[in-house]
């Protein structure tokens, strides 16, 4: 299930996801948003509901020393939190003596992320990415549509989760955007299916 979509333009960080809740052969579209802004933060969730509400309400985000380079904060203290908060909240799984949790992206002063299943800190050198059962599909019409010079980040994320939606059976609308700006976007598009 999901498409979740990051993208840096900027300075900013844009974020997108679809709503579509999957089991087996079953679709639920979820009132629950998959993307969502936290303090400084926006982050947006695949593998589990249960993962994205621990990150949006349990998390405790750490202090970042100044004198600390960003990446450097997310692979030492920030995944160090995620990893405790999704262990307390009973997420995470141990096996053969390798702790797992989920996937998402985070996006953080300007950078993009993506948090792997392993708890490593991937930073895309194209400045864009996505996580989910759409994600090729949506990372394909990211690289298109960055060609044109006129289209907006918004733009190119709905544009992005809507090709995801039309190749994936795991991705629906409506479609929440987030951004790093003070100025957040919370729109949906359902006219767009």
Same mark, same amino acid.
């Not at 141990?94 to 702790?99: R, Y």
């Not at 998402?104 to 299943?117: A, N, P, S």
């Not at 733009?155 to 059976?169: H, M, P, V």
């Given at each position: ?28 579209? #979820? ?8 303090? $400084? ?6 593998? %589990? ?6 990150? #949006?309400?349990?998390? $405790? ?10 990446? $450097? ?35 953080? #002063? ?30 394909? %019409? ?9 289209? %907006? ?14 190749? %994936? ?25």
């Amino acid at each position: 299930m999901t498409c979740i979509v990051g993208l840096v333009d900027n300075g900013k960080v844009y974020m997108g996801g679809d709503s579509a809740g999957v089991g087996g052969l079953s679709l639920s579209i #979820r009132a629950d948003e998959k993307v969502f802004k936290k303090g $400084e933060f926006i982050m947006g969730f695949t593998s %589990s509901f249960r993962m994205g509400q621990l990150l #949006r309400f349990k998390l $405790e985000i750490p202090y970042h020393k100044p004198e600390m380079d960003i990446y $450097e904060y997310m692979v030492t203290e920030f995944v160090e939190a995620v990893r405790t908060c999704l262990k307390t909240g009973g997420f995470t799984r141990t096996e053969n003596g390798e702790e797992t949790g989920g996937r998402f992206l985070v996006g953080y #002063r300007g950078q993009l992320f993506v948090i792997d299943g392993d708890f490593q800190v991937g930073k895309p050198a194209d400045g864009y990415d996505a996580v989910g059962c759409g994600d090729d599909i949506a990372k394909g %019409s990211l690289f298109s549509t960055g060609r044109l010079a006129d289209a %907006s980040p918004d733009e190119r994320i709905r544009d992005a989760l809507k090709a995801a939606e039309n190749f %994936s059976a795991g991705v629906r609308g409506p479609f929440v955007l987030v951004n790093t700006g003070k100025d957040e976007i919370h729109g949906q598009t359902t006219a767009d299916h």
